[in-house]
């Protein structure tokens, strides 16, 4: 889901709000794991009545749907997608309201990038969204999977969404708690609408026209929730510090693994963390101890798994890298071989196209780690990506 617009060195240039994508226009040139055949026919919605309109031409016509916002969550398969993508570059930030009192709320567009409207809340002294900087993605993506790093949700900000309903063929106003946030979900990733055009692929019947937030007014920071972060600050945990401090610490955080685009770097040709973080029960916890204490010999502190709260006291979360690393895959692993797809060299977490992988190789990758952390640690790593004509 990301707002820029990732390419192949040899691609023309990048389809965007100014420029119509070319006819034969690729998945591989819309999404940041850059792979991925093209559609059979790509439309790009620049307003919202663009993007209400092609959706339910889309559906009137019983034609196969992709809504594609940046593409930093999404695996397409090389054969393409078998109908239509439609492409959200709608644009808009309207603040009508914003006081010391009532707080600052914010009206984005879905098609807003996210990353330029987290800059634009530090700058303008707008709190709560600050641990979420350099996330690539599209504004109006960020509540479907309630995206979240270093402390932070959109769950905690996301006052309402505006979105087009389309089983009732309407537009309508989901509140906070319609959405039925959770660790990395919403409402609106579960709800589907018609059959599925082909393996894998998601049919949401709730399509994102605009996001409003409930932000603050401070020039400080969120108390800091992320141990890693605040070290890196130099604060105790639940301290604050400048926004556009944290944002800089986050960002180098995200830089150091990989998480931050850079065309240069194939680390961070990717979706991020392909793998969301297991919740577990505390008997499943103790197996996993249990496991990698025999995987790994005789170094017993190791094979304590890290752990991190939940809102459920029975269940607790793990960390995927810790998973993945003590199930014997390391950074670069299938990169070092010469592989065209393999872990980051940076953070294990990150399934990376080097550069000329195919969307079958970056499945082969991630279902190699997946069934190994299964085989070894007795865990079934989940992908967080989307993946479409695809499965692991």
């Not at 644009?91 to 987290?118: Q, Y």
């Not at 634009?120 to 993605?137: H, K, T």
């Not at 109006?140 to 905690?156: F, I, K, M, R």
């Not at 607790?316 to 070092?336: M, P, Q, Y």
Request: with cysteine; glycine share 12%; charged share 25%.
């Amino acid at each position: 889901m990301s707002g820029q617009e990732p390419r192949r060195p040899d691609a023309g240039p990048p389809a965007g709000p100014d420029r119509p994508a070319p006819a034969r226009t690729t998945l591989a040139e819309l999404t940041t794991m850059r792979v991925g055949g093209a559609p059979r026919r790509l439309v790009t919605a620049r307003t919202e009545a663009e993007l209400v309109e092609a959706v339910r031409g889309c559906d009137e016509a019983g034609e196969p749907l992709l809504v594609v916002g940046g593409g930093s969550n999404l695996v397409v398969a090389d054969e393409g997608f078998p109908g239509t993508v439609v492409l959200v570059r709608t644009r808009g930030v309207e603040v009508p309201h914003a006081s010391a009192c009532g707080g600052v709320s914010v009206t984005v567009a879905a098609g807003e990038d996210w990353d330029e409207l987290v800059a634009r809340a530090c700058e303008q002294g707008w709190s709560g969204i600050e641990a979420l900087s350099g996330i690539p993605g599209s504004t109006g993506a960020t509540p479907v999977q309630n995206v979240g790093a270093y402390g932070q949700e959109v769950a905690q900000t996301v006052a309402r969404v505006r979105v087009w309903d389309r089983a009732e063929q309407r537009v309508r106003t989901m509140f906070a708690g319609d959405l039925g946030f959770a660790y990395r979900h919403s409402v609106l990733k579960e709800s589907m609408v018609g059959p599925d055009a082909a393996p894998g692929t998601v049919t949401p019947r709730h399509v994102v026209l605009s996001v409003t937030f409930s932000l603050r007014p401070t020039e400080l920071s969120q108390p800091i929730g992320y141990a890693a972060l605040a070290d890196g600050l130099g604060v105790a945990l639940g301290g604050r510090v400048p926004l556009e401090r944290a944002r800089e610490a986050v960002l180098e955080q995200r830089r150091r693994r990989g998480m931050v685009l850079d065309a240069q770097d194939h680390d961070t040709w990717s979706c991020g963390s392909f793998f969301t973080n297991p919740v577990l029960s505390r008997p499943e916890l103790e197996q996993v101890r249990l496991r990698a204490e025999e995987s790994i010999g005789q170094d017993r502190r190791s094979a304590v798994p890290p752990t991190y709260p939940t809102d459920r006291e029975e269940l607790v979360k793990t960390s995927a890298a810790w998973l993945i690393e003590h199930a014997g895959f390391g950074r670069g692993f299938g990169s070092s071989s010469g592989r065209p797809a393999g872990l980051s060299t940076k953070h294990t977490l990150a399934v990376t196209n080097r550069g000329h992988a195919s969307a079958a190789d970056v499945v082969a990758v991630a279902r190699e780690v997946r069934d190994g952390v299964e085989q070894t640690l007795g865990v079934r790593l989940v992908n967080e990506p989307v993946l479409v004509g695809l499965s692991l």
